[in-house]
């Protein structure tokens, strides 16, 4: 398996991501002659407690994409009771490792703006993509891997 | 574009044919795909609703969700915008 490995870092373990349109969309827009947005590429923390991945506004923006549905969703700011509805994102994105690349064609993200202008992150690995690594976390050692 | 467009129209629908929807056992569980005011068809799976959203309505917006009672929210860990 590939394998991503770094120091942790203040804000955690932190990996490069490549964001894009989606599979589906990127055919639909060469399908009708149409420019495919480029890549962006992020800084994106792991974060094994959110069941999904999270994008910055620009990010999103920059890719030229709609939601598609919505999700309810709790944080720290809503009650037991309350959660919020918030959209989903059709995109793709891909994790580096050296010169091996594991795509994913299509990921459902939400979007997120609650990243401080000083911080290193610009995205959020949850649960839909981890599901499909293996994570190692060694605080001893202030390192971490990913594998996929 | 503004990445928050909001889907009105299609929210909307959804939700005044949802009690309908929930009334069909055969439709419980499935995925529906709504352009507009209009409701266009079920499929089994998310991927399916979403492939077939962009063969037959393009770049244009639609919208996919489960045809549940009750939809499970998922947990974030840090705030997130609500669309409304």
């Known amino acids: 398996m590939p394998m991503i490995t770094g120091e942790l870092s203040w804000h955690g373990a932190i990996v490069p991501l490549r964001v894009g349109v989606s599979r589906n969309r990127k055919a639909r827009l060469e399908h009708l002659r149409m420019t495919v947005p480029q890549e962006v590429i992020v800084l994106a923390q792991i974060d094994t407690s959110s069941h999904v991945t999270a994008l910055m506004p620009d990010a999103l923006r920059s890719l030229q994409i709609r939601p598609f549905s919505t999700m309810r969703l709790r944080t720290p700011s809503t009650t037991r009771d309350n959660p919020h509805e918030c959209f989903v994102y059709d995109v793709a994105i891909t994790l580096q490792s050296g010169d091996t690349s594991w795509p994913v064609p299509s990921v459902h993200v939400i979007q997120c703006d609650d990243f401080n202008p000083d911080e290193e992150v610009q995205a959020l690995i949850g649960r839909d993509i981890l599901r499909h690594c293996v994570f190692t976390f060694s605080g001893p050692h202030n390192s971490f891997s990913l594998s996929f | ?84």
């Open chain 2, 1 to 84: 574009m503004n990445p928050s467009t909001t889907l009105e129209h299609e929210l909307a629908t959804f939700r005044m044919e949802l009690p309908a929807l929930l009334s069909d056992p055969r439709k419980v569980g499935q995925f529906v795909l709504v352009c507009g005011k209009m409701i266009d068809s079920f499929w089994p799976t998310m991927e399916a609703a979403l492939a077939a959203g962009y063969d037959r309505f393009g770049l244009e917006p639609f919208l996919v969700k489960q045809v549940v009672a009750d939809e499970k929210p998922a947990y974030f860990t840090r705030r997130a915008h609500p669309c409304r």
